[in-house]
């Protein structure tokens, strides 16, 4: 939140007549503001378990339903709060991600990255982590029917798949290299303290692939790392 000051005359002027107990109902909250010396926090800030957590989400719930009036809504905000959701602020760095890898988000691992420039400084945002989140959110009923189907839309896989559990070191390694082609013998990654040999993997995968014997979802998965581009040259120059 930008800084505030004391000054009136930026306050948002209300009509009095209007307010009905609203000056009442969120005194704490006014007082929890001004308490705030540099006010660079403001109620915002408040987390949902604090005594004026209740208080913010009903505010929230009223504000969906059109219960608060235009002049209530602009005190609010003065003071820090934001009635954006934070599940479409997600949605937008999620459709960010995949607008700029021309993929859905099926195709998003618990590596993926999204790089993003915030007042002139390179983010990082781990978008692996977010969907990581949000698979257990819908485990806990945390999602609305709306959510879900919003995520649905965008190709979002809830349950994380055994390719990303079976392949983990050569996922990992694919991500860091940008791809898996030409892997040196011998080759091996460390990931969370195991250690394996990727080289042998992958060649187990390449061996599959030119039996017939590979599945789909594999052969897809793996498209993006290039593990099988000169076995496709190889096909097109059989055919």
């Not at 009095?16 to 609203?22: A, M, P, Q, T």
């Not at 021309?102 to 982590?129: F, H, R, T």
Request: aromatic share 10%; with cysteine; glycine share 6%.
């Amino acid at each position: 939140m930008a800084n505030l000051t004391n000054d009136n005359s930026s306050k948002p002027k209300i009509d009095r007549g209007k307010v009905r107990d609203f000056d009442k109902r969120i005194s704490k909250l006014v007082s929890y503001f001004q308490a705030q010396k540099d006010k660079t926090v403001g109620i915002g800030d408040i987390k949902q378990k604090d005594e004026c957590g209740s208080l913010i989400r009903e505010l929230k719930r009223e504000y969906k339903l059109g219960k608060l009036l235009p002049e209530e809504i602009e005190l609010l905000e003065y003071m820090g709060l934001s009635f954006k959701s934070s599940f479409y602020e997600t949605v937008e760095l999620l459709k960010l991600w995949c607008t700029k890898n021309k993929k859905s988000l099926k195709y998003a691992n618990q590596y993926s990255k999204l790089e993003i420039e915030i007042d002139g400084e390179v983010v990082v945002i781990d978008i692996g982590n977010i969907i990581k989140k949000l698979r257990f959110a819908k485990r806990n009923g945390e999602l609305s029917s709306t959510q879900i189907k919003i995520l649905d839309m965008m190709e979002i896989i809830w349950e994380p798949r055994k390719v990303e559990v079976l392949y983990a070191h050569l996922i990992a390694y694919g991500e860091e290299c940008g791809t898996l082609q030409d892997i040196e013998p011998n080759t091996t990654y460390l990931l969370d303290g195991k250690s394996r040999n990727i080289f042998r993997q992958a060649e187990r995968l390449r061996l599959k692939y030119k039996n017939g014997t590979l599945n789909q979802e594999i052969k897809d998965y793996f498209d993006k790392y290039h593990l099988w581009d000169d076995l496709k040259q190889e096909e097109s120059f059989n055919m």
